[in-house]
C-alpha cells in the first residue's frame, strides 16, 4: 500500500517528471486543437524521441499528451465548428453555437472544468476498478459489440434535429464512406472503383476535416460583411453553481465515457455521441435547446471524451491489451523500453500500474490549469474578420489532411468531402450522422460478421445468442426500448411531410 | 528537443539540395523510413527499435512514418512512387511475398532490392487455459469429430493464422469457423473471453499470456521445443507432415526500390547490418519471440524467394490462393 | 432548412441525383459480391444492406417532397440560375477556384510559397484590398504553422 502510494506520488514530487508531465499537457492541449495531428500520431513520435530516457520519464510525457490531446479537440470545435478530433464531434453540435452568441470563452471554461471532472472520474474508476472492469470488459462478445453499434446507429434520431428520413441517408452514406477499402475478411476492395488508394480507406478524419472545416468555411463566406459576434469574456470561469448544477450530469456522463472506453473496440469518438445523446434524452429542460448551445449539450460530451482516457487504461494496464489507438502505440512503448505489456504487467511491475494513475490525476490538474489559461485570447479568434479566418481554416485544414499520411491525396478527398458537404449543408442534410456512419458502419460490419462467423453463419443460432447471453439480452432490451420510445415512425410521418 | 530541431532543419535545408544528383556523399540529408504497418504493432515496434541504432552507423536521422492500410500495399506503393535515391526505404512485413496471389497487388519484395531481412518471429497456436485440449493433436481429434464447430480467430486473408490454417490443411483437415478480427490483439482479448476457442499467433504477441496463465501453447510452429516456450510441443509431434514448411514464421525486412544506385544499397545494409547486430535491439528480439536472421544481398534475396515458394504453394494445396502461384510464375518448393 | 414549407430551387434535382447515387452504391455493393447474392456472411451484405437504406430513405423523402409547393421559379433555367445566385455568389466561386488552385500548385511550387500565395491573394480579395496587413498576416500565419508542424511535430509538408 505504502509501496503504491510511492509510486502514485512519483511524478507528483520528482521535479523532472512534474515538469514532463506539465509539458505533455500543454503540447497535447494544442496538438489535440489542430485537426489532423493527433494523440496516436503525437504518441508515436514520441517513442522514437523518448527511446533512450527512462520509462516513467517517457511514461509520464506521453500521459500528459494523451489527457491534454483529447481535451484539446474541443477548443477549434467550439472555436471554428471543426472537431480537432473525432471524439470532440461531438463537442461542436453546442460548443459552436455558443461561440456565435459570443461565449466562446464560457463554452471554453466550462468545458476544461467538465473535461477535468470526467477526466478524475475516469482515474477513480482506473484505480478502484480496474481489474473487475476488465473482466467485464472481456465478457462483450463480437455480437454485444454489434449490439452497441445498432445502439448508436439509433443516436441518428437525436442527431438529425430536422427530419429523420434524411438522418437515416446521412448515416447510411457515413457507413459507406466508413466501409471503402479492402473487406477486412477476404481482402477484396469493396466501393474502391478499382483504385489502389482507396484499397487503404478514407481516412475518418479527412472526413471530418472536410464535412466541418472546408463546408463550414464556404458557408461563412455568405456572411463576409456580416460583424463577427463579440465575444464576452468577463466570467470566463465557470461559477460553483454552475458546476454543481451540471455535476449529475458530468458524473452519469463519466460513466458513460469511462466504460465506453474500456470496451476494447471502443473509444472516446463513440462514448461522447452516446454521452451527448444521453444528455439529450435526459435533460428534460435545458438552458437552451439542443443544437442552439445547450452547456449540457458541451458537459455530457466532454465528460465523456475524457473519462474515456482512464477507461482506455484499464485493458492496457491490467491485460496488456489496447483499450483504443493511443494505448496501442503506448503498449508498443513499453516494449521497446523493456517491460512486457500482458496480464503480468500488474504482477511483475506494479509500479507501472500506480505510477500512471498518478501521473493521469496530475496531468488532469494541469489541464485545468493551461485548460483555463490563455482563453481570452482565443476567444478573441472568433472576433477576427471571416476574411482573414477563412482562408486561414483552409490552410489548416489542408496541412491537418496532408499530415495524417503525408500524401496529397487526403488533401484532394478533404476538399471533395467539403464540396459535397456544402451541397448536403444547402439541402437540410446534417454532418452529425454522416460521421456517427463513418465511424459506426465498420464496426458494426466487422462486428456482424464475427458474430455471424462464431455461430456458422446460422441466422436462427444468432438470433438465439442474442436472447440468451445476459449482457445481449440487456443490449437488445435497449435497441428495443430505444425505438419504442423513440417511435420513428410518427417521427418520420411527420418528417416527410416537412422534410 | 533541440537536437530534434537542428535533424528537421537539416531536413528542409536537405530539401532545396534535393535537386543535386544524390550520388558523392550518401546520406547527406534524412533519410524516411515507411512502416507498411500501423503504431503499436509488431512491424512498427521492430523498426522503433532498430532504427537509432542504425541511425548511428549512418550518421542520419532516419524519419519513421507510418502509411498503413490495405495488408500494407499503401505502404509499398508509397516507397515505390519515390525516387530511387535511397533516401526512402520501407519496413514491412511479410505480406507482401503474398500480394499476387491474394490478387491484392502485382508487386512483391522481387520487385525492390531488400537491404536486411531483419529476422523471423516464432508461431504458437494458443487456446485459453480452461479448454481440455492437452496439445494440438487433441484439437485436431476434436475437431474431426466435431467439423465446422470450432471457432478460430483469424486476421483475414494473408493474415499469419489463416496461412498457418491453409498450411495444416494441406497436410491434413481442420475445418473451423474463421472469426476475423482487426489483428492479434483483439483476437486475444476475444480468446481471454471466451469468445473464439483457439488462435495461431506470433509469439510476440502470446507468451505474456501463456506465461500468466490465461492462455496455454498447444502447439508451435517449428521442428524443436523453442527456448521460451519449452513445454509447449513442437507442432511436428501431432501432425509430421507439416515438417516440410517448417520452420515458418512470419518475417521483417528492410528494402529500398530496385532502381537505387549499388554503392548507396551497400552503405545502407551495412548500416543495417550493424544496427541489427547491436546487442540492444538483439535482445529486444529474442524477448519478444522473433529470431535474429541480419541477413543482405544474394542470401536474403534467397530467404525471400523460398519463403515466397513454400507460403504461395501450401495456400494452393489448400485451396486458398486466389490466384495460382503457376500464373505469377512462383517457382514450387 | 428543411422547415421552409416551399421547396428550394434546385432540391428536386439534387435529390434525384442523390437517388442516381443510392443506386450506384447498390450497383457497386452488388457487384462485390460477386455476381448473384452469395450468403448473409459476405463482404457484399452489408453495403447492399446500406444500399437498400440509401435508397429507400431518398424515396421517402422524394415522395414527401411530393406534398410541398414547387419554389417560385419560372421553368428549370430560372430555377438553376436562382439556386447558384442563392448559393454560389461570386466571393465562393472565386474563393473555391483559389483554393482549388492552391491545391493543384502546392506540390509543384511547395508548401511555403503556394500558401503564401493563397493566403495573400485570398485576403487580398476578400478584404477588397489592404495589401500590406493581408501580406503581413500572411507572412506571420505562415511562420507559425511552419515552426509548429515541421519543426515541433516532425510533419513534412509538401
Known amino acids: 500500500m505504502t509501496d503504491s502510494l510511492a509510486y502514485f506520488l512519483m511524478s507528483w514530487t520528482d521535479l523532472s517528471l512534474l515538469l514532463l508531465t506539465a509539458a505533455g499537457t500543454f503540447a497535447g492541449i494544442y496538438i489535440g486543437a489542430i485537426p489532423g495531428l493527433s494523440v496516436t500520431m503525437a504518441v508515436s513520435i514520441l517513442i522514437s524521441f523518448t527511446f533512450a530516457w527512462d520509462v516513467n520519464d517517457a511514461l509520464a510525457l506521453m500521459v500528459g499528451v494523451f489527457c491534454g490531446g483529447v481535451y484539446g479537440g474541443s477548443r477549434t470545435a467550439i472555436l471554428l465548428n471543426i472537431p480537432g478530433a473525432p471524439s470532440a464531434v461531438a463537442t461542436s453540435f453546442d460548443g459552436y453555437p455558443l461561440a456565435q452568441r459570443g461565449e466562446a470563452g464560457q463554452a471554453i471554461g466550462l468545458s476544461t472544468v467538465m473535461s477535468v471532472i470526467g477526466g478524475l472520474i475516469g482515474v477513480l474508476v482506473l484505480a478502484s476498478t480496474a481489474p473487475v472492469l476488465s473482466e467485464f470488459a472481456l465478457q462483450f462478445a463480437p455480437r454485444d459489440y454489434f449490439l452497441i453499434a445498432v445502439l448508436g446507429l439509433l443516436l ?21 464512406i466508413g466501409l471503402v477499402g479492402m473487406d477486412p475478411v477476404t481482402a477484396e476492395g469493396r466501393f474502391t472503383l478499382g483504385s489502389m488508394q482507396l484499397l487503404g480507406g478514407i481516412h475518418y478524419v479527412v472526413v471530418m476535416i472536410g464535412l466541418f472545416g472546408v463546408a463550414e468555411a464556404f458557408f461563412q463566406l455568405h456572411q463576409l460583411s456580416v460583424k463577427p459576434v463579440r465575444q464576452n469574456v468577463e466570467k470566463i470561469i465557470p ?41 439529450k434524452r435526459s435533460v428534460k429542460h435545458p ?40 494505448t496501442a502505440v503506448m503498449i508498443g512503448a513499453l516494449v521497446i523500453h523493456g ?64 499530415s495524417l499520411n503525408n500524401s496529397m491525396t487526403e488533401v484532394y478527398w478533404m476538399l471533395g468531402f467539403g464540396i459535397a458537404g456544402y451541397f448536403l449543408k444547402i439541402f437540410g442534410f446534417e454532418m452529425g450522422p454522416i460521421i456517427l456512419g463513418v465511424i459506426l458502419g ?7 460478421r464475427q458474430a455471424m462467423a462464431s455461430v456458422g453463419d446460422s441466422t436462427p443460432a444468432l438470433l438465439i445468442e442474442l436472447v440468451t447471453n445476459p449482457l445481449s439480452i440487456i443490449l437488445t432490451l435497449a435497441i428495443v426500448l430505444l425505438l419504442v420510445s423513440n417511435l420513428p415512425l410518427k417521427r418520420m410521418i411527420r418528417g416527410s411531410e416537412n422534410g | 528537443m533541440l537536437k530534434q530541431v537542428f535533424a528537421t532543419l537539416a531536413i528542409s535545408a536537405g530539401t532545396l539540395t534535393a535537386l543535386s544528383p544524390a550520388l558523392a556523399d550518401y546520406p547527406e540529408r534524412n533519410i524516411e523510413g515507411i512502416i507498411q504497418w500501423g503504431a503499436g ?12 541504432h542504425v541511425e548511428e552507423a549512418l550518421g542520419t536521422s532516419i524519419v519513421l512514418t507510418n502509411r498503413s492500410g490495405g495488408t500494407g500495399v499503401i505502404g509499398m506503393n508509397t516507397v515505390l512512387t519515390k525516387p530511387a535515391n535511397g533516401y526512402t526505404v520501407l519496413y514491412g512485413a511479410e505480406n507482401p511475398q503474398l500480394y499476387p496471389i491474394m490478387g491484392l497487388a502485382d508487386f512483391t519484395y522481387a520487385d525492390m532490392t531488400p537491404v536486411n531481412v531483419i529476422g523471423q518471429g516464432l508461431v504458437v497456436i494458443a487456446a485459453p487455459t480452461d479448454k481440455d485440449w492437452e496439445d494440438f493433436g487433441d484439437l485436431l481429434e476434436d475437431a474431426q469429430a466435431n467439423p465446422g464447430s470450432l471457432r478460430m480467430g483469424g486476421t483475414g486473408a494473408g493474415g499469419l493464422p489463416n496461412t498457418v490454417l491453409a498450411m495444416i490443411n494441406a497436410v491434413d483437415e481442420l475445418d473451423v469457423r474463421n472469426v476475423t478480427f482487426g489483428g492479434d ?68 525486412a528492410v528494402a529500398v526500390r530496385k532502381e537505387t544506385p549499388d554503392d548507396i544499397v551497400t552503405t545502407l545494409a551495412d548500416a543495417y547490418e550493424q544496427g541489427v547486430a547491436n546487442e540492444q535491439f538483439q535482445q529486444f528480439l529474442t524477448k519478444n519471440g522473433g529470431q535474429s536472421l541480419n541477413l543482405r544481398g544474394e542470401e536474403a534475396k534467397q530467404f525471400l524467394s523460398h519463403w515466397q515458394s513454400v507460403t504461395a504453394w501450401a495456400l494452393e494445396r489448400a485451396g486458398s490462393a486466389k490466384v495460382s502461384p503457376e500464373e505469377v510464375g512462383i517457382p514450387k518448393p | 432548412m428543411s422547415k421552409q414549407t416551399k421547396l428550394q430551387p434546385g ?148
Open chain 2, 185 to 252: 490483439g483483439p483476437g486475444i482479448t476475444a480468446m481471454l473471453g471466451g469468445h473464439i476457442d483457439f488462435m495461431p499467433l506470433s509469439l510476440a504477441a502470446a507468451q505474456e499470456h501463456i506465461a500468466s496463465g490465461r492462455l496455454k501453447g498447444l502447439a508451435v510452429l517449428t521442428k524443436e521445443p523453442i527456448e521460451q516456450l519449452p513445454d509447449v510441443p513442437p507442432i511436428t509431434q501431432a501432425l509430421p507432415e507439416i515438417e516440410s514448411y517448417l520452420p515458418w514464421g512470419p518475417f521483417w
Open chain 3, 11 to 158: 432540391e428536386r434535382a439534387f435529390n434525384l441525383l442523390l437517388l442516381l447515387f443510392s443506386l450506384g452504391i447498390f450497383y457497386e455493393a452488388y457487384r462485390i459480391s460477386g455476381p448473384g447474392f452469395e450468403s448473409i456472411n459476405s463482404p457484399g451484405a452489408f453495403p447492399i444492406g446500406l444500399g437498400i437504406i440509401l435508397m429507400l430513405s431518398m424515396i421517402v423523402i422524394i415522395t414527401g417532397q411530393l406534398r410541398k409547393p414547387k419554389p417560385d421559379t419560372q421553368g428549370a433555367l430560372d430555377e438553376a440560375r436562382q439556386f447558384l445566385s442563392a448559393h454560389f455568389p461570386l466571393p465562393i466561386v472565386v474563393f473555391s477556384a483559389m483554393a482549388i488552385g492552391y491545391l493543384l500548385l502546392l506540390e509543384s511550387l511547395g508548401f511555403i510559397i503556394s500558401t503564401l500565395l493563397f493566403l495573400f491573394a485570398s485576403m487580398v480579395y476578400l478584404r477588397h484590398g489592404r495589401l500590406v496587413s493581408s501580406a503581413v498576416i500572411a507572412g506571420v500565419s505562415i511562420a507559425i504553422i511552419y515552426i509548429l508542424f515541421t519543426l515541433l511535430f516532425q510533419v513534412y509538408l509538401p
Open chain 2, 41 to 52: 504493432g509488431a512491424t512498427d515496434n521492430v523498426a522503433r527499435s532498430l532504427t537509432p
Open chain 1, 156 to 176: 441518428v434520431g437525436s442527431l438529425a434535429a430536422e427530419s429523420l428520413s434524411r438522418g437515416i441517408f446521412a448515416a447510411a452514406l457515413g457507413a459507406v
Open chain 1, 239 to 279: 461559477s460553483l453553481n454552475l458546476v454543481l448544477k451540471f455535476l449529475p450530469l458530468s458524473i452519469r456522463t463519466s460513466l458513460i465515457g469511462v466504460i465506453v472506453g474500456a470496451l476494447p473496440g471502443t473509444g472516446g469518438d463513440i462514448a461522447s455521441l452516446f454521452a451527448y445523446d444521453h444528455a
Open chain 1, 442 to 448: 465498420p464496426l458494426m460490419d466487422n462486428t456482424y
Open chain 1, 339 to 402: 517491460l512486457n505489456p500482458g496480464p503480468m504487467l500488474m504482477v511483475t511491475t506494479p509500479h507501472i500500474f500506480w505510477f500512471v494513475v498518478g501521473a493521469l490525476v496530475l496531468a488532469n490538474l494541469f489541464l485545468l490549469i493551461f485548460g483555463l489559461m490563455g482563453i481570452k485570447l482565443f476567444a478573441k479568434v472568433v472576433e477576427l474578420p471571416k476574411a482573414i479566418l477563412i482562408p486561414l481554416i483552409l490552410v489548416l485544414c489542408v496541412v491537418g489532411s496532408y
Open chain 1, 287 to 326: 438552458s437552451r435547446p439542443f443544437g442552439k448551445g445547450a452547456y449540457e449539450g458541451l458537459v455530457a460530451p466532454e465528460s465523456a471524451n475524457n473519462a474515456a482516457v482512464g477507461g482506455a487504461f484499464v485493458p492496457m494496464l491490467t491485460l496488456g491489451m489496447p483499450g483504443d489507438a493511443v
